[in-house]
């Protein structure tokens, strides 16, 4: 099955070519460290998710590319088609002169409607050239105007039109300290918006990547495509093809209805976190030696402390003992910064996976309740090594991960509300008080249910 | 890709406006090397065939023919725009683009807004409508006009008023140079306090600049050209205030570096709309984030650096400078002083090699010592243009909300008044047709709301900051 990508404003579109650009070099490259047979297996698994065979014998990405001004679309069709190893189709994109100026409501009440029969065509388009749909990946920022609001309205265009396919979106949340002044109201209004329509979203913190590029690659001068080349490594891991099934013969062709069937039991709780590890410099890699042990214990502690990386982890955070199933230990808890799953999916890349020893993962005292701690975890395996990685493990959480980032967005916007700052902005473009006070509610709502978990 | 036009009024508009020509050239120039006509330069310019007959269609691509400049150039007396088309840029103007008269506005509001408004309505309105109409997707006006006199300030409002109504879709931003304390026009207070309340009511941004700031600037670099440090030379193309000439055999006006300064101001302010980079930062995007309440709209601003050393390897430290000078007083473009006054919001525009890391970096190191509104603690707007100016490797624009332009419109009041109370000068006003006592005591009045507001907002700085209670809701 195929992935129809929907690449939307400046940051969908720079982060897609880079996702793109590090599955093709995956593919290409000759750290397999495998059979060649898996390593074809893997090519054509590859290749049937994310391409389309040309008549040029260069595989054309399945993607829409969509903006409302031209500068971005351009600089991204010339730079893939420049790598030689992959290119957009050149009529797969859509977009206009004037952008949306950060405003959410611009994207989502005028953009949106006026554009919505040409970008649906697009899609339709592309999901027509797939053999068979597997769903739709739309890639975003909820900071700005058009990725946010054209982004959400889109994603509800794509639910109108695709009722039973499986919708992931990729939602980046910018820097705490401001690209823009009212991306809280953007990202307030984007996040409550998707929640209605989309399966799931699976979220990259601007300033998390950040920290990683750093700390662990000691970049010392960090661009936004050293960021985003991270961000699409770390969706590489968990996109590229796996087996699903612990005897699995065949590649999964599945990955977003696999996905979406572990890690979301209940429309209430779609935030999805990503942890990879391990991530450093290329010119480290060849010096350092991973043992699965090594990785899952730190994966799983970064899980349980709540981590954003893999240095700095406390490990003085613990689950709760069984023993103590009392309400205080609600407070304790919190106390301790214990993060609380639904459910978890830990994906490993590389040499020995069948060895590497999952248990710790399906201890039930990380879990909520609702579910059977079997049903609550899955593992996907591959032994073919992924980007230059002997060994790479992913973690994609649906847990108390984004509970703070979430309440801090919201608490910030609603504090520029309550001074009604900017709101003349959005209601130009017919998003009233109410349409916010919805948004906001909504929202509280999800926050309060990710908390008492 | 949109386009701007710039509507140039008066004396003083013109001269800027004749000064930003010439460096956008020289700009799109330094960018653009196999001449062809890209939708970059489309922003500012059409691409002309002149050999055909009449207008001239516009050519869309392919080689560049003939520029002409997306501008509208009205003067009510004939000597600036007359000097400019006998100057080096007179084939970039196009003679269906001006609007002058003879006599001029003898330094008064009313006859450059009320009579001369009314003689050229028609005309102006359908010299507008043309270069609109040559436009593929207008974005922006940019009006240019000085405060103080009659025709910029009186004339140049009155425009502003026609592109609301002509073109409401279309932005406003205004750069209006505001009179110094000793100025030479006596009735600069009346002019400048009548021209404000259009600008209250009808522009979507205004950039503040004053004389003095630009005159310390310029005294600045003369100071370092002068002083000849060992090893550091400048390159003498990088000065903020640097005309784009080849040929320097014209002498330079005297105005000619301040006008450079403002003329940088607005190529720096278009800059991500023109050109690639990793964050754009369009005009609507500047509007969106930078004015809050609808009558806030005053942008303060500064460029740096103001030249640039002829050294090739630019330590980091020297970078970090550019950002804490971009907060200091002496860079900004009006007589005002930020850090110590309350910001409502603030853009930083950075262009050249650049990367998010030292924007951050930079952003974590000033923000301690800027006191922001408590519902924007964290507002900051950032774009990163990868194109620099030209001379430069890198530069910062960076344009703020704040309650600093406060003194400066107080001290506008205060002049006006001075000569209201006495009726000075006043019946020069009241003789002409359509102009009323009232027209003084509205105008007046929509400056001390306007200052009011900017008081309400001082009086927040500093106080406690509860956050507002949440939404409850209902386990």
Redesign the interface.
């Known amino acids: 099955m195929s992935l129809v990508t929907v690449q939307l404003g400046?940051c969908g579109n720079?982060i897609g070519r880079e996702v793109f650009n590090a599955i093709c070099s995956d593919v290409h490259g000759t750290h397999g460290l495998c059979s060649k047979k898996e390593n074809e297996s893997y090519h054509d698994a590859c290749k049937e998710r994310f391409f389309i065979e040309a008549e040029s014998g260069v595989p054309v990405a399945r993607a829409v590319l969509v903006d409302m001004?031209?500068?971005?679309i351009s600089?991204t069709l010339s730079i893939a088609a420049k790598s030689g190893y992959w290119k957009y189709d050149d009529h797969s994109h859509f977009c206009q002169?004037?952008?949306?100026?950060?405003?959410w409501a611009n994207g989502y009440t005028v953009h949106g409607p006026r554009h919505k029969e040409a970008i649906m065509n697009l899609v339709q388009k592309e999901a027509e050239k797939c053999d068979r749909l597997g769903g739709f990946f739309t890639i975003m920022s909820m900071a700005g105007?058009t990725g946010s609001g054209l982004g959400a309205f889109v994603t509800q265009c794509l639910r109108d039109a695709f009722p039973s396919s499986f919708i992931l979106n990729h939602v980046i949340w910018p820097?705490?300290?401001?690209?823009?002044?009212?991306q809280n109201y953007n990202s307030v209004l984007t996040l409550s918006h998707l929640y209605q329509s989309s399966d799931a979203l699976l979220v990259h913190e601007n300033d998390v990547i950040?920290k990683i590029?750093?700390q662990l690659m000691h970049?010392?001068?960090?661009?936004?495509?050293d960021?985003n080349q991270v961000i699409a490594h770390q969706l590489g891991s968990v996109f590229q093809p796996t087996y699903t099934a612990e005897d699995g013969i065949h590649y999964s062709r599945n990955p977003l209805g696999d996905l979406m069937e572990t890690l979301v039991p209940h429309p209430e709780f779609k935030m999805l976190g990503l942890r990879n590890i391990p991530q450093m410099p290329e010119n480290s890699l060849a010096y350092s030696t991973f043992s699965w042990p090594g990785l899952i214990k730190h994966l799983r502690q970064m899980l349980i402390a709540n981590a954003k990386m893999e240095e700095g982890i406390d490990w003085q955070v613990q689950p709760p003992r069984p023993g103590s199933s009392v309400p205080s230990s609600h407070s304790t808890n919190k106390l301790l910064h214990f993060n609380t799953s639904i459910a978890n999916l830990v994906i490993l890349r590389g040499k020995d996976t069948h060895s590497a020893d999952l248990g710790s993962f399906r201890d039930p005292s990380l879990y909520t309740s609702w579910l059977n701690p079997q049903d609550a975890f899955s593992a996907w395996k591959t032994p073919r090594a992924f980007n230059k990685y002997e060994k790479s493990a992913s973690l994609v959480s649906n847990s108390q991960f984004l509970l703070k980032p979430l309440d801090n967005v919201?608490?910030?916007a609603?504090?520029?509300f309550?001074?009604?700052?900017?709101v003349?902005?959005y209601t130009k473009y017919g998003i009233e008080e109410e349409d916010f006070?919805d948004s906001?509610?909504a929202l509280?709502?999800v926050i309060?249910s990710y908390t008492?978990l | 890709m949109t386009q701007s036009v710039v509507v140039q009024v008066g004396q003083c508009g013109n001269q800027v406006g004749c000064r930003f020509w010439d460096l956008a050239l020289r700009e799109h120039a330094a960018v653009n090397k196999k001449g062809i006509y890209d939708e970059a330069l489309s922003s500012f310019f059409r691409n002309v065939d002149t050999r055909s007959a009449g207008d001239g269609p516009g050519i869309y691509k392919g080689k560049i023919c003939s520029l002409k400049a997306r501008a509208l150039l009205i003067d009510m007396e004939e000597g600036v725009v007359n000097e400019i088309l006998q100057g080096p840029l007179r084939d970039v103007f196009d003679s269906k683009q001006l609007i002058t008269d003879v006599s001029g506005s003898g330094n008064n509001w009313a006859v450059g807004h009320k009579v001369y408004g009314c003689q050229y309505q028609e005309n102006i309105v359908e010299k507008l409508r043309k270069t609109a109409e040559h436009c593929d997707c207008l974005q922006c006006f940019f009006v240019i006009h000085s405060m103080g006199g009659g025709t910029g300030s009186g004339l140049g409002t009155f425009v502003l008023n026609l592109l609301e109504d002509e073109f409401p879709e279309v932005y406003r931003f205004v750069t209006a140079v505001y009179p110094s304390g000793e100025d030479d026009v006596i009735t600069s207070p009346y002019n400048s306090v009548l021209a404000m309340k259009e600008l209250n009511e009808h522009a979507d941004c205004v950039l503040p600049i004053e004389n003095e700031s630009l005159f310390d600037i310029v005294n600045k670099i003369h100071q370092m050209m002068n002083s000849g440090k060992l090893g550091s030379t400048v390159k003498p193309n990088s000065l903020v205030t640097s005309s784009a000439g080849i040929t320097k055999a014209v002498q330079e006006k005297p105005f000619d570096a301040m006008n450079n300064i403002v003329a940088n101001l607005l190529l720096n302010l278009t800059s991500s709309a023109r050109f690639e980079g990793s964050l754009n930062m369009d005009l609507n995007e500047i509007s969106m984030n930078l004015v809050p309440f609808p009558r806030l709209h005053y942008l303060v601003s500064s460029l740096t650096p103001l030249y640039t050393l002829a050294d090739v390897n630019v330590p980091s430290r020297r970078l970090d400078q550019m950002f804490s000078d971009a907060f200091s007083r002496d860079h900004q473009l009006i007589q005002a002083d930020p850090k110590h006054s309350l910001y409502l919001a603030c853009a930083l525009l950075v262009r050249g090699n650049v990367q998010v890391s030292d924007l951050r970096r930079n952003i974590e190191r000033l923000k301690p010592s800027l006191h922001f509104v408590s519902w924007n603690q964290e507002g900051w707007k950032t774009g990163l243009c990868s194109v620099p100016p030209v001379g430069h490797s890198h530069s910062l624009l960076a344009l703020a909300n704040n309650t600093c332009v406060k003194p400066t419109f107080m001290e506008l009041r205060d002049r006006f008044m001075r000569l209201y109370k006495k009726k000075a000068h006043l019946h020069h006003y009241l003789q002409v047709d359509g102009m009323e006592q009232s027209c003084f005591s509205e105008a007046v009045l929509s400056l001390s709301d306007l200052i009011e507001e900017y008081n309400e907002l001082d009086a927040t700085k500093g106080g406690p900051r509860a956050d507002p209670s949440r939404l409850k809701i209902a386990v």
Do not use: D
């Not at chain 1, 820097?175 to 009212?182: A, C, L, P, Q, R």
């Not at chain 1, 970049?219 to 495509?225: A, G």
């Open positions: 400046q720079q001004e031209p500068k971005v600089q002169k004037q952008g949306s100026g950060n405003n105007g820097y705490g300290t401001g690209e823009v002044i009212v950040h590029c750093a970049m010392k001068q960090i661009s936004f495509k960021v919201v608490r910030k609603w504090n520029m309550a001074s009604k700052a900017y003349h902005q006070l906001f509610t509280e709502q309060s008492i």
